[in-house]
């Protein structure tokens, strides 16, 4: 039942079927092709919801578990008591570094999707960590220990977005 409701709502509604027809037609006038296109076509071909886990369901657990993580951080850092002194400073970088967490672990399950979806998941997973993991770490101690490992994470984060474009 789950997978057919899967179904519908990725590829038998009107409005999936729209982004569809535009996205060829977009490629047909981008290229002078009348080909259609791969990923498109891959796209269009109903698979089951158990076969696309059997194939991509290492990184679709990962994005789980960090979805999981993020909450669990969320929940602590939400009533964790800051510092008085500091209190809008570490509060505000730690919900920088929830928000980067989720939105990112929601990235994650759009990975398989990508034309190489071990190297994306891999950059935003070392990006999640780098770039998140620094702020948790400085908003709940107190130290910058770690800062100079967040841009790297950024950075990361920056290059996997750019990777479902390869």
Same mark, same amino acid.
């Given at each position: /039942?789950?997978?057919?409701? $899967? ?6 509604? %009107? !409005?999936?079927?729209?982004?569809? /027809? ?7 006038? !981008? ?12 796209? &269009? *071909? ?5 076969e696309q886990m059997a194939?991509?369901?290492? #990184? ?5 578990? /960090?979805?999981? $993580? ?16 500091? #209190?809008? *400073?570490?509060?505000? #970088?730690? *919900? ?5 967490? $989720? ?13 190489? %979806?071990?190297? &994306? ?18 908003? $709940?101690?107190? *130290?910058?220990?770690?800062?100079? !490992? ?6 990361l984060l920056i290059i996997?977005? !750019?990777?479902? /474009? #390869?």
């Amino acid at each position: /039942m789950f997978g057919d409701a $899967f179904n519908y709502i990725a590829y038998d509604n %009107p !409005l999936s079927k729209g982004v569809v /027809m535009a996205a060829k037609s977009t490629y047909s006038i !981008l290229t002078n092709s009348r080909e259609p296109v791969t990923t498109i076509r891959v796209i &269009t *071909e109903k698979v089951s919801l158990h076969e696309q886990m059997a194939q991509h369901g290492p #990184i679709l657990k990962i994005a789980g578990a /960090m979805g999981a $993580f993020a909450v669990a951080l969320g929940a602590y850092g939400a009533h964790k008591k800051y510092p008085k002194d500091r #209190i809008d *400073e570490l509060k505000s #970088i730690y *919900e920088t570094a929830n928000k980067f967490h $989720f939105f990112h672990t929601l990235a994650l399950f759009g990975v398989p999707f990508s034309k190489q %979806p071990k190297v &994306t998941a891999t950059l935003f997973v070392v990006g999640i960590t780098l770039f998140s993991g620094p702020c948790y770490y400085r908003a $709940f101690t107190g *130290e910058n220990k770690f800062g100079k !490992l967040a841009p790297v994470g950024g950075s990361l984060l920056i290059i996997a977005w !750019l990777s479902f /474009m #390869i």
